[in-house]
Structure formats: C-alpha cells, structure tokens
C-alpha cells in the first residue's frame, strides 16, 4: 500500500513535482508538520522529565509565581488559534471525503499543531509559575517557524490563484496572522524581561500577596483559563465537604482588595475630583430630558455611594477637630466648610459623643508655647486649667457655666456635689467631649509614649466613665486594653481592685469573655475592670467617674487604699475623682465642689474649711457618718472564700461546663472521628426537619393549595408548548400533503390545506389557564409564607414574653434580638421567595428532563451519567455555600457589634488616643467579611460554569438524537423545536434549583434557631387563684403583712439553691433592712418576691395569700421595685413614670418632689413631657435612679423592694425613703429600719431588731455598723 500521508492513489498530483518542491502542496503541509514537532520533541522532555511532576502541579502559593508581559493576550490568541486549528481539521476532513483516495496532509498538520497549541500554553504556563524565562527560547523559535511555514503556504495559495472564495485560503490567512501576533508577544516579554542575549536580564519579583501563605483568594493571580472557569476553586469546595469552612481556610484578602487600600483610593479619588474645575456649565431645560432615565439608573448607584460617604465619615469623624493635626490645618478646613462639609459634618449617631466645634477659631496658633498646647503664663504645676468655660451638649442653655478650674500635676483631685450638677461633665468637657461655646480648656501635659514631639494638645488619659464601658472580650483584654502584657503589674491592678476571687470563680478566669457590654458580669465587677482598666494604662493622667458608685464599703475602701492612694500616688500620676463618698476628702490634695453646673469653690480641705465653713459643717457631718470604711477579719473570710454569687450567668457557665466535662469526657476522647465523620454527614445533608416545620406552620390547607397550584401550573405549561409543537407539526406537515397534491392550487395552498381554528381555540383556553394558576400560585407563596411567618413570630413572642428569667440571664440579650430581628427578617422576606424560586426551579428541570426524554428516549442513557455529575457538583456546593453564607454573617456580627462598641466607648478611646487602633480593627473586620463574600461569589461563579457545561452537553444530545430522529422520519419537527427549546434552558435551570437549595439549607438555620426557643418551658402564668374580687381583692396587698416560711430558691433545677430554709415575718408597715456580703443572696431575695426564680421549697404568704398561687401578672402589677441598674425608656418623662397613663399631674409632681426631682424637671423644655433618650442617657446615673424610685411612688404599692438602688443617691435622699424589704450595702441607711436582715450564702445569719442586734457584741451586723462609724 502506497504512503497515505500524500494519498493512496499512485497517480494523485500530490506526488508530482515537477513545478518544483514548495509548488507541491502535499510538500509544504508536511513542512508545516516540522515546527510542531519540533515543539513536542522538546517540552515534553522539560515537562515530564526534567520537572513535570512537580513544577506542572505547582502549589497556589508557589513563591515564584507571576505573569510575563502580555499574558491574558496570548492566552487569548491561543484560544482563537485552537478554534481555527479545529476548523482547520474538519475543513481537511470534509476535504478529503470527496476523494477517492486518504490523504492524512490534509488534515494531520493541523492535529498537530493543535496538539503543539496546548502543549503550548502548558509549558507557557510552567514557565511562568517556575519564573524562568529562558526557556522561553524554545516558544520563541516555534512561533518563528510556524509563522514562517503557515506565511510560505499562503503565499503559494495566493500564487496558485485560491482566492478568499475558498476556506483554506481564509484559514491559513487567520493562521498566519495569529502565529504573527503570538510572535510579537513573545519578542515583547524579551525586550520587557531582557533574559536572552542580554547582559542585564530584569529581574521581576512575584506579587507580594502570594509570598503571604494567609491569601487564599487567588482570582487576579491565576491564569486566564483558571479565572475563566475558576478552576482553582476545585480544591477549595471539595475540602468543604471534609472540614468545615473557617476564617482560617479562606485566608486573608490580597492587598489590593482590602478595605483600607480602597479606603485610600477612594479618599485620593475624591481629592482629586474636588480640584478639577467642570468642563461646562449646563442649564436645566438641557438637562430636564435626561433627568428620568439618570434617576432609575443611577438611583443603586447613588444609595450605595451615601452609603460610602457615611462610613468614610465615620472614619474622618475622630479627625474633626483631631488633636494631631497642626491648629492651622483645622482652621482652614473650617474656611472652607461650604465647600468641603464632607470632613465637617459628623456622623448623627456619634453626635453626642463627638460634638462639632462651633468655634474652630479658638483652636488656631497663637504662639510658638500655644502651638505646642501650653498656654503663655501657665504655671507647669498646673496639668489642666480651664478659663471662663461654657459647655453645652446641645444647641440648648450650657450646662457648665463659668468654670474657672485647675488641677495640679502629679496630685489627687477630688470632684464632689450633688447629684446631676455636672461632675461628669466637667470631665468630658476637659477631655473636649462636650461643645464648648466659650472660654478655654488648656493641657500642659507631660510627654508621653504615644505622642511625637508636641504635636498634641494633651497626652493620653485614662479614663473610667461613670457608667462601665467593656470590650466584648476576655477579661484580661480588658484591663490591658492594648497595652502590652506586664504580669507583675496586671496582677498588682487585679489586687487593688479586688477582681482575683471573681476571676476565681469564673469558667476560665481572667479567659472568660465577659460578654456584649458585661453582660455576665455584675455592676460592681463592670466598674472595677474599667477601674483596672484605667489604673494599669501607662498615662500621665487618670480620670475616675464616681467608681465607688456601684461598690459595697469594703471593696470601695480597698480600691481607695491599694488602687489609688498606694498604686497612683507612688506613680506620681495627675488624678481626677469623682466621688460621692465624702469620707475620702482628707486624703485629697485639691478639692473642687460644684453646684448646678456650676462651680462653687476649689482648694484643699483646709483652704474651704475657712472660706466655706457652712460647706465644711455639711461634709463634716456626712463624713461623721461615713468615716474610714476597712475590713475587719470579725465580718469577713479570706479573700479566695469571698462569694460572688450574684454572678448567676458565670455560675451557669461554670456548672454546665463541669457536668458537660465529666460526662463527656471519655466519650470525646474515644469517639472524635465518629463525631467529626457524623457532623460531616449532617452537614451534607438537608435540614428536612427545619423545613417541614416550616411547612407544617402554615397549616395543611395552604401547603396543599401551594403544592397543588405549583404542580398544576408546570404542567400546564408543558401543555401550552406541547400543543404549541403539536400544532407546528400539523401545519407542516399539511402544507407538505397539500404541495404532493395535485387537486389544490397553490394560490389558495393554505386555505385547503389546513384550518387553525381548532388549535387557535385550545391553545388560548390554554392560556388563559396558566394566567389564573400563575395568579393563584403566587397568592399561594404569599399566604403559605406570610402565614408560617406569622405562627413563627406569635409563638416567639409569646414563649420570649412567658419565659422564666432563666432564659435572660443564660441567653445573650443580642442572640434574642437577632431571633426577633434577623431570623424573623428572614422567615418573612426571604424563605417564601426563595422557596418559590426552588420549587419553580426544580419543576422546571424536571419538566424539561421529562419533555426531552419524550422527544427522544434515547436521551435517558445519557441522563444517567449527566444526574450523577450534576449530583456530586451541588453536593459539594451546598456545603462550601453554606459554609461560605454562614460564614458572611458570622464575620458581619464582629464588625457591627465593633462599631456599635467603638461609638458607645468612643470617649474613652478619644481620652486614650487609640482611635487608630481601633480603625484599624474596624478595617480587619471589614475584610474579614469582604474576603467571605467575595469566596461566596467565587463559589457561585464556579457552580454556574459547570452547570454551563452539564447543560451544554444535554443541549448537543438532545440536538444530535433529536435530528437524528427527524432525518430517519422518526420524530415531526415540532417535537424537535421542543425538546431542544427545553434543552437550552436546563443549564439555566439547573444553575439557579442549586443555588435556591443551598440559599434555603443557610434561611432554614433561622427557623431552626426559633424553633429552639419555642422549646422554652414557659412559666405558669395562670397561677390556682383567678383574678376576682372574692379571691384576690383589688387593693391586696393592703397591709402588708410578709410571712416566709423555709424558702428555698435556685435559678435552675441543675444548680445549687442561693437561698435556704429562709423563714421571715413582716409586720405591716415594717422597715425590713437586709445587709450582707456580694453574692450572699440579697437580690435573689428580692427576686423571690416577683416569682423570677425557682422556689422548689417553702413559700411567701402576703396579706394571708400565698403568692405561688397568684397569676403572675397580678402578682408582679401589686409589687414595686426598684433595681441596682436603672432603667428608663425611650419616650417622656411622664410615659416613664406613669405608663399606663393612670395618674394626675399632682401626683406625678409630688412622686418628683418626694424622690427631689421636681426642680429638674421644671428646668426641662416640656416638663413632665420632656423626651427621654434610648436608656435615659440625658440624665445622670444618680438621676435615673430617682427617677426610678419616683415611678415607684406613683404606683402607691404597699411593698416596695429596693436592690442595692441608692448605691449612688445622696445621703439625704436615702433617708427620705419609706420602703418595706430593702436590700443595700451601706450599713448606715438601715440603722432605722424595723428589722435587719444579716444573710451570708443564703441563709439569714441574723435577723432582729437593729437596737438588738447591736447590743450583743457578737453580732455580724454589730461588726458592720463598729466598721462603719
């Protein structure tokens, strides 16, 4: 048999040459085969032998990974140059078929050189992860020769006379020109790299992202096949499936990527622009036709740069007015404040926090000694002096007037005064918290650590605010707050202020989170980690908001001696108290009494004994009363002994934490994997029981009319575009009958052929039926989802309203909000959207599956292969998604509650000039959560390209068995438009039943959770006792009569009681006092009272009425009390004190008047109708607690319980109190009292008389009151 490769024919014209060689075409095809076996021959050897198996897998990080000049370009013309190789071989193909003989010249060259293409762009790619450009050389002399070949072909097409009339001219053209411009890219990356016959090769490192091994997100460094396809995130979803996706798995974003990179071009950007003039000015009637489709189109585009600008003025708000920039600076951005008020106008939210200067004048240079923030003439004993000062908050009359202060470096400054004269103001309005109108507040701070030179105005300062400010973190992060961890002075902190015994008793010490703002620790635990906070600070100068406020005598004491006058003063360190305890005056070496705003004088002790005797005779008198408070070893135990048993959330953690360790113990040690593994499976499985309860709260006849409608739409539509092709078939095939006949004319063709009124008819009865069921289906969603959205959210709200306290205390406060908010949020908006999306999703594949296997049934031997791909590609994509969306709103949560935490805190992160760190926290979490999102983008890119491909292959053999049917006059050509018109919408389809799967797994987890609270065992609101007159009288309890008999209480069943055997009688009318250490049961004796904790022994008799038989919304509307954390809401004063509207305006005023808020009411725009903020955050501590006692009075109950409420109320107000249980620390307050109750670990140590008690001189309670005289 003669060569095949010129043709098998012996006289073929291939073989012929007389013409000459390169006039022989069969010559120059296998001349063309040269360059491409030369191509092979040599990379493959360098592939496969030399470093294929290793640098052809190189690892994502590899650290010499790059692009060459012109990469996307040549991929892309390789790609373009593959599609015309393809052509190429099918033109030679189709060619060759009109020949007698096989001629493999047509067509071989361009297998090969399509082989030599990919192997290519392989050893392209190679080279470039390995960074070694000289083998480069060997692309170089590839695309030399095959251009030169491909050019020496066309050239003799064009000499022989084959013109562009014929495909193999235009494809060699094509070919010519793609091998010229992949040339060109070549010769560019050795002029731009200079690695061959240079002596200076330019030397170009990698991107720095991927010398970091912590970015993972690969999508701008990856080739352009990989981006295309993203097939690097094979790896990334598969491992999903294996291990639960983390921070840790996906890494840290690329530099270009993050948020302050961005941050920084977009501030550049907008700099830029605000110098550039407008190129023309155009007058309204020119722009008025455009103004229609310039909002609709740009409307998304101009909420989401509001939304920018507002979280950039976030970050530019700590820089109005910011103390680092030169004076000067400040001065001129408040020129220009018309032109600029992007830097001038501050975020409403921290308006309060951060007031705007009004007089930005005040703040420029007017001298060398000024520009450095000390004033000309001030005395450099003097740390802080303010001249002739007004403050406000608001637009309002100041609230400081008139102050004229100073406080001398390196001394204990002392602020006294009633309550709500402006203490903590003076403080802020000194840290320039407050606006001030006029006047001058002057540092001479001494150098300090964080400050450059004398660029500030003053150092940092530690600050303690009035009302406890934590991080949601470890307590230890707390008390160092950034600064460096030093143990010998972090346990000297914890010592003076007594934290050791409560870190003792929390699950992981000084470990412990302590929670959303505290929320598991005790008012005095908050206040003293802010003390400790402010006393392990390295500053120059401390401020200390009324830290005794929330402290019984002994730990107040402790701190006074160990905290401020031991650590501070050895330290020689500037600070400034204020306090209420009055006792501690002789220790100060200033003094400065304020009163109404204003300040009424300053000195030493001694300097106002003589200038203000009558001032002198009151704190005398008071401090008579309250003198040196210590701890005597008669009242208490050693320190590790001490108990905080009011730490009831610690005590939960604590308790579950040993019974969870001892009985799982061994069960995790020997069962790990078996976990792990069934986790996993649980994981890859969908939440059926989430869903069905789901379903099953929307009642069975709504989900029967959901299912009903959406099975009889789909099916309807298939019936619309079946009849469709029924009818295009028919109509074909009777214009084919009528055309073979001879008896019709073809001028009146159709009108004998056929007659389209019966198909007309069905087709519009048709239509209209699928209107009515696409109405009816979409009524349906609506009902079955507002309906399970509201049986969820009733059931919520009535289990949260029922729960017993327990709930509260062992739940975070943020968790319930989220289930009322974010989870809710969900369940209405976006389960029954996408739950409509999934199901018309998957009755539409299926529908199109079915219609193709119809038309061709022969289709269903590829289905099989084709459902277990697509089978495997959404398995593994609905754990990454789910991972991936879990985890965007995981990394959502830090940043909100960080910024929620940086604007409550925002004065004490000012005072310590840390607001870079804590932008630049803000700026991580914001890439925590950008790099999660942009990784769930990435993963539905990459599900969409597969379901692409899947669909692409059911479009070619739906096409190939479908035509092939039709050509063997198997199948009518209608039913061949149907399936394929199916076919080219599954891929769509597919794409979108995956992702609504994976979207409704991640929206389950919401009706899950609520679910979870729906278990909660309400509490017995009904009680044995109904409501009528003859059972409970309406002014019961009259009297007042309390009879205890063997209490015992425990917050759960699972935990040990905090009261025991407690047995009391209260005469009516009596004055019950209760004393005792932190944690010895006090409040939980008040909580006994409103049924707020389990009572499993013995019972309260009131007036004769047991009151564990009373429904509990009688029992706690006939009771008062008053807690240690006031409580205000948002609304008016008078809705505070009287919410439900019962009360007259006299009795208001006169609760007012009893608790003396009656003046500072008056004072108020509206009076009884001033508005109260979020909190009661426009009045003081001390005030809302008045305000609180106030309420209590306007209710007129005849047993009001007070826990531990007076800890910051003046002394005089104390005494005006006519209160039945109180409970307090200060043993001075129930010297009057009837009876005194003594309780250490919940149990009554004593209980007299307070004359009795007294008298024996064993008595605890003597031991107090010895201590407190």
């Known amino acids: 048999?003669?060569?095949?490769?010129?043709?098998?024919?012996?006289?073929?014209?291939?073989?012929?040459?007389?013409?000459?060689?390169?006039?022989?075409?069969?010559?120059?095809?296998?001349?063309?085969?040269?360059?491409?076996?030369?191509?092979?021959?040599?990379?493959?050897?360098?592939?496969?032998?030399?470093?294929?198996?290793?640098?052809?897998?190189?690892?994502?990080?590899?650290?010499?990974?790059?692009?060459?000049?012109?990469?996307?370009?040549?991929?892309?013309?390789?790609?373009?140059?593959?599609?015309?190789?393809?052509?190429?071989?099918?033109?030679?193909?189709?060619?060759?078929?009109?020949?007698?003989?096989?001629?493999?010249?047509?067509?071989?060259?361009?297998?090969?050189?399509?082989?030599?293409?990919?192997?290519?762009?392989?050893?392209?790619?190679?080279?470039?992860?390995?960074?070694?450009?000289?083998?480069?050389?060997?692309?170089?002399?590839?695309?030399?020769?095959?251009?030169?070949?491909?050019?020496?072909?066309?050239?003799?097409?064009?000499?022989?006379?084959?013109?562009?009339?014929?495909?193999?001219?235009?494809?060699?053209?094509?070919?010519?020109?793609?091998?010229?411009?992949?040339?060109?890219?070549?010769?560019?990356?050795?002029?731009?790299?200079?690695?061959?016959?240079?002596?200076?090769?330019?030397?170009?490192?990698?991107?720095?992202?991927?010398?970091?091994?912590?970015?993972?997100?690969?999508?701008?460094?990856?080739?352009?096949?990989?981006?295309?396809?993203?097939?690097?995130?094979?790896?990334?979803?598969?491992?999903?499936?294996?291990?639960?996706?983390?921070?840790?798995?996906?890494?840290?974003?690329?530099?270009?990527?993050?948020?302050?990179?961005?941050?920084?071009k977009l501030r550049k950007e907008f700099e830029d622009q605000k110098q550039i003039h407008p190129f023309w000015i155009m007058t309204l009637s020119s722009i008025r036709p455009v103004?229609?489709?310039?909002?609709?189109?740009?409307?998304?585009?101009?909420?989401?740069?509001?939304?920018?600008?507002?979280?950039?003025?976030?970050?530019?708000?700590?820089?109005?007015?910011?103390?680092?920039?030169?004076?000067?600076?400040?001065?001129?951005?408040?020129?220009?404040?018309?032109?600029?008020?992007?830097?001038?106008?501050?975020?409403?939210?921290?308006?309060?926090?951060?007031?705007?200067?009004?007089?930005?004048?005040?703040?420029?240079?007017?001298?060398?000694?000024?520009?450095?923030?000390?004033?000309?003439?001030?005395?450099?004993?003097?740390?802080?002096?303010?001249?002739?000062?007004?403050?406000?908050?608001?637009?309002?009359?100041?609230?400081?007037?008139?102050?004229?202060?100073?406080?001398?470096?390196?001394?204990?400054?002392?602020?006294?005064?009633?309550?709500?004269c402006g203490k903590s103001s003076l403080l802020l309005a000194a840290l320039g918290e407050m606006q001030r109108v006029s006047g001058t507040v002057t540092w001479n701070s001494l150098p300090s650590p964080e400050c450059h030179g004398d660029e500030r105005k003053r150092g940092p300062v530690a600050y303690a605010s009035q009302k406890p400010w934590l991080l949601n973190a470890t307590i230890v992060e707390n008390v160092t707050f950034e600064m460096p961890m030093i143990k010998s002075r972090y346990n000297a902190v914890i010592e003076a202020c007594s934290l050791q015994p409560d870190i003792d008793i929390l699950p992981q010490g000084?470990?412990?989170?302590?929670?959303?703002?505290?929320?598991?620790?005790?008012?005095?635990?908050?206040?003293?980690?802010?003390?400790?906070?402010?006393?392990?600070?390295?500053?120059?100068?401390?401020?200390?908001?009324?830290?005794?406020?929330?402290?019984?005598?002994?730990?107040?004491?402790?701190?006074?001696?160990?905290?401020?006058?031991?650590?501070?003063?050895?330290?020689?360190?500037?600070?400034?108290?204020?306090?209420?305890?009055?006792?501690?005056?002789?220790?100060?070496?200033?003094?400065?009494?304020?009163?109404?705003?204003?300040?009424?004088?300053?000195?030493?002790?001694?300097?106002?004994?003589?200038?203000?005797?009558?001032?002198?005779?009151?704190?005398?008198?008071?401090?008579?009363?309250?003198?040196?408070?210590?701890?005597?070893?008669?009242?208490?135990?050693?320190?590790?002994?001490?108990?905080?048993?009011?730490?009831?959330?610690?005590?939960?953690?604590?308790?579950?934490?040993?019974?969870?360790?001892?009985?799982?113990?061994?069960?995790m040690e020997s069962e790990d994997d078996d976990n792990l593994s069934q986790v996993m499976r649980q994981r890859a499985t969908i939440p059926w029981r989430s869903c069905g309860a789901y379903l099953s709260s929307a009642g069975p006849l709504l989900l029967s009319l959901l299912l009903l409608s959406q099975l009889l739409k789909h099916s309807l539509m298939v019936a619309i575009d079946y009849w469709l092709a029924r009818w295009t078939s028919y109509v074909i095939s009777a214009k084919a009958d009528?055309?073979?006949?001879?008896?019709?004319?073809?001028?009146?063709?159709?009108?004998?052929?056929?007659?389209?009124?019966?198909?007309?008819?069905v087709f519009s009865v048709l239509c209209c039926l699928g209107i009515v069921l696409c109405l009816a289906t979409s009524v349906a969603v609506e009902w079955t989802g507002l309906a399970a959205a509201k049986e969820l959210h009733h059931g919520l709200l009535n289990k949260i309203i029922l729960a017993p306290m327990r709930l509260f205390e062992t739940t975070p406060l943020g968790s319930i909000l989220n289930r009322f908010s974010t989870d809710t949020n969900t369940i209405d908006q976006h389960i029954p959207t996408t739950l409509e999306c999934l199901s018309r999703s998957t009755l539409l594949c299926v529908s199109a599956m079915a219609v193709i296997s119809y038309v061709t049934p022969v289709f269903l031997i590829a289905l099989l292969p084709l459902a277990v791909t697509c089978y495997f590609i959404q398995k593994y994509f609905r754990v990454a998604s789910r991972d991936l969306q879990q985890l965007e709103d995981s990394t959502q949560l830090p940043l909100l509650s960080h910024f929620s935490e940086t604007v409550?805190?925002?004065?004490?992160?000012?005072?310590?000039?840390?607001?870079?760190?804590?932008?630049?926290?803000?700026?991580?979490?914001?890439?925590?959560?950008?790099?999660?999102?942009?990784?769930?983008?990435?993963?539905?890119?990459?599900?969409?390209?597969?379901?692409?491909?899947?669909?692409?292959?059911?479009?070619?053999?739906?096409?190939?068995?479908?035509?092939?049917?039709?050509?063997?006059?198997?199948?009518?050509?209608?039913?061949?438009?149907?399936?394929?018109?199916?076919?080219?919408?599954?891929?769509?389809?597919?794409?979108?039943?995956v992702r609504n799967l994976a979207d409704m797994e991640v929206q389950l987890g919401a009706v899950k959770r609520i679910n979870g609270l729906l278990r909660t065992e309400a509490e017995n609101y009904e009680g044995l006792l109904s409501e009528s007159v003859s059972q409970v009288p309406d002014g019961w309890p009259r009297h007042g009569e309390i009879k205890i008999q063997n209490l015992s209480v425990r917050y759960d069943a699972s935990l040990k009681p905090v009261l025991k055997n407690v047995n009391v009688h209260v005469s009516p009318g009596q004055k019950v006092g209760i004393c005792g250490r932190t944690g010895s049961g006090k409040s939980s004796f008040s909580l006994a009272f409103f049924r707020m904790v389990d009572m499993f022994e013995g019972r309260i008799v009131i007036d004769n009425i047991d009151i564990s038989k009373l429904p509990l919304q009688t029992l706690r509307s006939r009771l008062s009390i008053i807690l240690q954390d006031p409580i205000l809401f948002s609304g008016t004063i008078r809705f505070n004190l009287d919410p439900e509207m019962k009360a007259t305006d006299e009795m208001l005023w006169e609760a007012l008047e009893i608790a003396q808020l009656k003046s500072v009411v008056k004072t108020l725009p509206g009076g009884l109708d001033a508005i109260v903020t979020e909190g009661g955050e426009n009045f003081s501590q001390g005030q809302r607690q008045l305000f609180c006692l106030a309420r209590a009075f306007v209710r007129k109950s005849s047993i009001l319980i007070m826990d531990e409420a007076t800890a910051s109320i003046d002394m005089a107000t104390v005494s005006m109190q006519k209160v039945v249980p109180v409970a307090l620390h200060r043993v001075h307050t129930i010297l009057n009292a009837d009876l005194v109750i003594v309780m250490k670990r919940g149990t009554i140590l004593e209980y007299d008389t307070p004359q009795a008690l007294l008298d024996s001189e064993d008595s605890v309670f003597a031991s107090f009151v010895r201590a407190d005289k």
Request: overall charge negative; glycine content about 6%.
């Open 510 to 667: 000084d470990q412990t989170e302590v929670g959303e703002r505290g929320i598991i620790l005790s008012g005095g635990q908050k206040q003293r980690i802010s003390v400790a906070r402010a006393l392990y600070q390295q500053t120059n100068v401390v401020f200390l908001d009324d830290p005794f406020s929330a402290l019984d005598i002994h730990l107040s004491d402790h701190l006074m001696q160990d905290g401020i006058l031991k650590m501070l003063r050895e330290e020689k360190r500037t600070v400034v108290l204020v306090t209420h305890k009055l006792q501690y005056l002789p220790h100060a070496d200033w003094i400065i009494a304020m009163k109404d705003g204003t300040i009424q004088t300053e000195g030493t002790l001694k300097d106002i004994q003589k200038s203000e005797p009558e001032l002198f005779e009151q704190w005398k008198t008071l401090m008579h009363r309250q003198d040196q408070e210590f701890q005597t070893e008669t009242v208490t135990e050693t320190m590790t002994d001490l108990e905080r048993k009011n730490l009831r959330r610690a005590m939960y953690s604590r308790e579950a934490a040993k019974t969870e360790e001892d009985e799982e113990e061994e069960s």
């Open 1 to 264: 048999m003669s060569l095949a490769f010129c043709g098998t024919d012996n006289n073929s014209a291939a073989y012929n040459v007389d013409g000459g060689v390169l006039n022989n075409g069969c010559f120059l095809d296998a001349l063309n085969v040269v360059p491409h076996v030369f191509l092979l021959f040599i990379t493959f050897p360098i592939l496969f032998i030399g470093w294929g198996s290793q640098s052809s897998k190189v690892h994502i990080h590899h650290s010499t990974w790059l692009h060459f000049p012109g990469h996307n370009l040549r991929w892309i013309l390789t790609f373009v140059l593959l599609f015309v190789l393809v052509c190429e071989i099918a033109e030679g193909i189709v060619s060759d078929g009109f020949s007698q003989s096989l001629h493999l010249h047509l067509y071989m060259p361009a297998a090969l050189a399509f082989m030599a293409g990919v192997t290519s762009i392989v050893y392209y790619h190679n080279i470039e992860t390995s960074n070694f450009p000289k083998l480069l050389s060997a692309l170089l002399i590839y695309w030399v020769l095959a251009f030169t070949m491909k050019t020496i072909k066309f050239a003799k097409y064009t000499e022989h006379g084959i013109g562009p009339r014929q495909l193999r001219y235009c494809i060699t053209g094509l070919l010519v020109l793609l091998y010229g411009l992949l040339l060109a890219v070549e010769i560019n990356v050795i002029l731009g790299r200079r690695y061959m016959c240079f002596d200076d090769p330019t030397e170009v490192k990698p991107p720095e992202d991927l010398q970091d091994l912590g970015v993972r997100f690969l999508q701008p460094f990856v080739n352009l096949l990989s981006k295309s396809t993203y097939w690097w995130m094979n790896k990334f979803i598969t491992s999903a499936h294996k291990r639960p996706i983390d921070l840790k798995v996906i890494g840290k974003l690329p530099i270009a990527m993050r948020a302050l990179t961005n941050y920084i």
């Open 291 to 420: 103004i229609r489709p310039v909002v609709c189109f740009f409307t998304p585009g101009l909420l989401l740069g509001f939304s920018v600008q507002k979280l950039s003025e976030f970050f530019s708000c700590d820089e109005i007015g910011d103390e680092q920039e030169p004076r000067a600076t400040l001065t001129s951005g408040y020129s220009n404040h018309n032109q600029n008020k992007y830097h001038a106008v501050p975020l409403k939210v921290v308006n309060r926090k951060r007031p705007a200067r009004d007089d930005w004048n005040n703040f420029s240079p007017r001298g060398d000694q000024e520009a450095d923030g000390v004033s000309q003439g001030v005395d450099q004993d003097t740390c802080i002096k303010i001249t002739a000062g007004y403050f406000t908050w608001t637009d309002g009359p100041a609230t400081l007037c008139n102050v004229d202060i100073k406080v001398p470096f390196g001394k204990l400054t002392m602020i006294v005064g009633q309550v709500g």
């Open 904 to 993: 409550e805190g925002l004065p004490t992160i000012r005072a310590l000039r840390y607001e870079p760190r804590f932008r630049h926290r803000l700026l991580q979490f914001t890439d925590a959560n950008n790099i999660a999102s942009l990784f769930l983008t990435a993963a539905n890119r990459w599900l969409e390209v597969r379901m692409e491909y899947i669909g692409a292959c059911v479009v070619l053999v739906a096409a190939v068995a479908s035509i092939s049917s039709s050509l063997y006059n198997q199948l009518s050509p209608g039913l061949v438009g149907l399936g394929l018109t199916y076919a080219l919408m599954v891929s769509n389809y597919m794409n979108w039943m």
């Open 738 to 761: 009528a055309v073979s006949s001879p008896n019709c004319a073809s001028a009146c063709l159709q009108d004998c052929s056929f007659s389209h009124a019966w198909y007309l008819s």
